[in-house]
């Protein structure tokens, strides 16, 4: 060994490995020297030996790409040709490496210049260190700094969405307060004038004149009411995702005449005119006749609402293409720009001020966009600005082949102006007692049971040809009655109606499972019943 040590030193003129081998042999650190030209490993240690996997030797004479094949790739030959032709000191930090069994492994590399004996690079020195632990350490730590970073930025996100979920429930619950109070205030009107009503009935006496103005009244009142109910009620239907279209194919003239004529009363009593325009030929959709008619009775009523006295309405529809556009424009107070968009949004009302003054929900519009969206279609609001009036413009999509389908369809025949047989059955007496009265003077032959179980023994009894059954009932409920009388051998000509508070689509299942034929929902308009008891079947025994 001291001999091999000795000779380079003697003679100053060095051989190549000899003097690599004299400097590093036992060094821990792996080391190969190359030749700065082939890159043909000339020398390594036992250290180099081992990092790489290789046995003593069987390395020289061959490519230094040979024992480290990721050279090529991460740069370690370049720099290699780069210190041979500089002869300067050049490092390669933390270069990944596969490994057998594969594990990560991370190598660093030092490369000097090996001179030769004419003072000019023969080759190069390589060190290579395994930074495997520092590496994948410092690694790690900038994962977790990523991690971190990542974090704190989703927190920060994270705060925000709680912000605006906070300013939304803020929102949400002061929009409920404010509409549980306009609601409140909204019934309470009509019940203040129901009540005064009653007692201008009862001090009238017999003044004609005044009993009937105080009628009138009234009549417009419980409509008023009815209808406040009826909104709160799709609006639950609609949130609860109950709501469901009972689509037939209608003539939308005839749905836009009966809005038209049902806008009457608000038109009027604001001193309106209102013109009608409609398509000279049949427009048929496939729609739910009374839904469809909510949408523009409310845009009529709004329309009518919403105008300085003396205003014009203007009603009007015409087809374009497969659409029909529905235009109900105004001349009255106009929507600011600001407010546009947000009108059709649940509970919002533009002047609280002029809104108090015309009595409304702030619900019309939401259910107008619900059940346009419901029947496939879209609804806008236009405006100029406050003073300049408004369009509501809805399009409708046109049922498909309209006139092979030849309108609606043709309803049975009917036994109209006939004298009936009626049972009411309601264990609200007062219900009961007037809704008989009120057939009896429509010249009907009525009779009133107050629970079940008298429902069930009149029917025996009085085989009526129409039975109007409350479903909550004492001792035997409405259901349970409706099956009995069904169970009886004279039930099945029976007309069952139900007369309920409930009209979800399930309750209409229930009673429909019951054996009843129809479901009302109370308070029943007395015109409905009419056309009800018209249209029943011919008279049964
Ligand atoms: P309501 O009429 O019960 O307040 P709506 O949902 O029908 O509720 O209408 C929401 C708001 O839109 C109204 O309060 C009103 O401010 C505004 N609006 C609706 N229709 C018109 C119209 N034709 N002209 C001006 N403003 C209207």
Redesign the pocket.
Same mark, same amino acid.
């Given at each position: 060994m001291m001999t091999e040590c000795d000779t380079p030193g003697a003679d100053h003129t060095p051989d190549f490995p000899l003097l690599c081998r004299y400097l590093s042999e036992r060094s821990p650190q792996p080391m190969v020297a190359v030749d700065g030209t082939t890159h043909v490993v000339t020398y390594f240690n036992h250290a180099f030996a081992r990092l790489v996997g290789r046995e003593m030797n069987d390395l020289v004479g061959r490519p230094f790409a040979e024992a480290v094949p990721e050279g090529e790739a991460n740069g370690c030959l370049a720099l290699l040709d780069r210190v041979f032709r500089t002869g300067t000191h050049e490092k390669l930090a933390d270069q990944e490496h596969h490994q057998t069994p594969p594990r990560p492994a991370y190598w660093s590399y030092s490369m000097w210049a090996i001179l030769g004996a004419d003072e000019r690079p023969a080759g190069v020195m390589i060190q290579v260190t395994d930074a495997t632990e520092t590496s994948l350490f410092r690694r790690q730590g900038v994962a977790m700094n990523e991690a971190l970073l990542v974090s704190a930025t989703r927190q920060h996100e994270l705060a925000a969405e709680a912000e605006a979920l906070r300013g939304r429930l803020q929102a949400a619950v002061h929009a409920r307060d404010h509409f549980i109070a306009v609601a409140s205030h909204e019934l309470r009107n009509p019940l203040t004038a129901l009540s005064t009503g009653l007692q201008l009935l009862k001090v009238a006496g017999a003044d004609p004149a005044t009993a009937g103005t105080a009628r009138d009244m009234m009549e417009r009142q419980l409509k008023q009411m009815v209808r406040l109910v009826d909104d709160l009620l799709d609006l639950s239907r609609i949130t609860t995702g109950k709501l469901e279209l009972r689509k037939e194919r209608v003539d939308l003239a005839a749905v836009l005449r009966d809005a038209a004529e049902a806008s009457r009363p608000l038109i009027d009593r604001g001193g309106h005119t209102l013109t009608v325009a409609l398509p000279p030929d049949p427009v048929w959709l496939d729609a739910d006749p009374t839904r469809l008619g909510q949408i523009f009775l409310?845009l009529l009523n709004?329309?009518a609402?919403?105008?300085e006295p003396g205003g014009h309405v203007r009603l009007s529809a015409g087809r374009d293409g497969g659409e029909v556009v529905v235009r109900v424009r105004?001349t009255? &107070?106009? &929507?600011p720009a600001t407010h546009l968009p947000h +009108?059709f949004d649940i509970f +919002?009302? +533009?002047?609280s001020s002029?809104?108090r003054a015309?009595g /409304? !929900? /702030? &619900? /019309? !519009?939401?259910l107008v966009k619900e059940f346009v969206g419901l029947h496939g279609g879209r609804v806008e609001a236009h405006?100029d600005g406050p003073g300049t009036g408004?369009e509501?413009v809805v399009r409708l999509p046109v049922a498909v082949a309209a006139a092979a389908a030849g309108g609606p369809t043709a309803r049975p025949e009917t036994a109209r102006g006939s004298r009936r047989r009626v049972l009411v059955a309601d264990d609200n007496r007062d219900a009961a007692d007037s809704l008989a009265m009120l057939l009896g003077y429509m010249g009907h032959d009525v009779r009133a049971a107050y629970d079940g179980e008298a429902a069930l023994a009149a029917a025996a009894a009085f085989r009526p040809e129409l039975v109007l059954m409350d479903l909550g009932m004492p001792k035997m409920d409405g259901y349970e009655a409706a099956r009995r009388i069904r169970a009886e051998p004279w039930g099945g000509a029976r007309f069952l109606v139900a007369l309920t508070g409930w009209g979800a689509d399930d309750d209409r299942e229930r009673t429909r499972a019951a054996g009843f034929d129809r479901h009302l929902v109370k308070p029943v308009d007395p015109a409905a019943l009419t056309t009800l008891i018209a249209e029943l079947p011919a008279a049964s025994p």
């Open positions: 409310n709004n329309a609402k919403y105008s105004d009255g &107070i106009g &929507i +009108v +919002v009302q +533009v002047d002029w809104q015309q /409304g !929900l /702030g &619900i /019309g !519009l939401s405006s408004s509501f």
